[in-house]
T-cell receptor, first 111, second 113 residues
Framework: RKEVEQDPGPFNVPEGATVAFNCTYSNSASQSFFWYRQDCRKEPKLLMSVYSSGNEDGRFTAQLNRASQYISLLIRDSKLSDSATYLCVVIRDNYGQNFVFGPGTRLSVLP | EPEVTQTPSHQVTQMGQEVILRCVPISNHLYFYWYRQILGQKVEFLVSFYNNEISEKSEIFDDQFSVERPDGSNFTLKIRSTKLEDSAMYFC???????????FGPGTRLTVT
């Protein structure tokens, strides 16, 4: 089983839609979790950290379920500029080392 | 806003040649990383560096690879004898104290012919 798995995608949604991405991780000792976005041939950019209590940043909401080893990202009121690949990222241990990236889920928001 | 910078943006080299990829991390960061992304594949961890030494490395980071922080601002990745399969985008990242967040540079696209 891969260490971090994501919805295979791609997701094609109209502007204004709500879309949710799922991510699962296999290492129960994993401690820190993030969502990054990556535009085509660009670097990953931090979207948000994911906290146990869940967190929201504008139109974006992240949830963590440690028991199920599952992370989600919800995007409300999708914009054209949200089109990108969304990367689920997990840190295995407490020392801030070694990001483990998921394969990413591609989102296209259509006019 | 401070950012990670990388040079060159694109490097073409012949198989067997040595290449050095350069990075300038965010100035008050203490943790430094190299990742690579082969076209169409996921981002993969290579190495992390803290307090002037490697703190962790992956199986990809074999004896052909080395890292160095030659001065207070640069962080370099050297590939001693490049292979065709080293062709990829190489990202440098840095992180500060008290957070696990990492900030990535724009990458160097390495093409080995």
């Amino acid at each position: 089983r891969k260490e971090v798995e994501q919805d295979p995608g791609p997701f094609n949604v109209p502007e204004g839609a709500t879309v949710a991405f799922n991510c699962t991780y296999s290492n129960s000792a994993s401690q820190s979790f993030f969502w990054y976005r990556q535009d085509c041939r660009k670097e990953p950019k931090l979207l948000m950290s994911v906290y146990s209590s869940g967190n929201e940043d504008g139109r974006f909401t992240a949830q963590l379920n440690r028991a199920s080893q599952y992370i989600s990202l919800l995007i409300r009121d999708s914009k054209l500029s949200d089109s990108a690949t969304y990367l689920c990222v997990v840190i295995r241990d407490n020392y801030g080392q070694n990001f483990v990236f998921g394969p990413g889920t591609r989102l296209s928001v259509l006019p | 806003e401070p950012e990670v910078t990388q040079t060159p943006s694109h490097q073409v080299t012949q198989m067997g040649q040595e290449v050095i990829l350069r990075c300038v991390p965010i100035s008050n960061h203490l943790y430094f990383y190299w990742y690579r992304q082969i076209l169409g594949q996921k981002v993969e961890f290579l190495v992390s560096f803290y307090n002037n030494e490697i703190s962790e490395k992956s199986e990809i980071f074999d004896d052909q690879f080395s890292v160095e922080r030659p001065d207070g601002s640069n962080f370099t990745l050297k590939i001693r004898s490049t292979k065709l399969e080293d062709s990829a985008m190489y990202f440098c990242a840095s992180g500060g104290v008290g957070t696990y967040e990492q900030y990535f540079g724009p990458g160097t696209r390495l093409t080995v012919t």
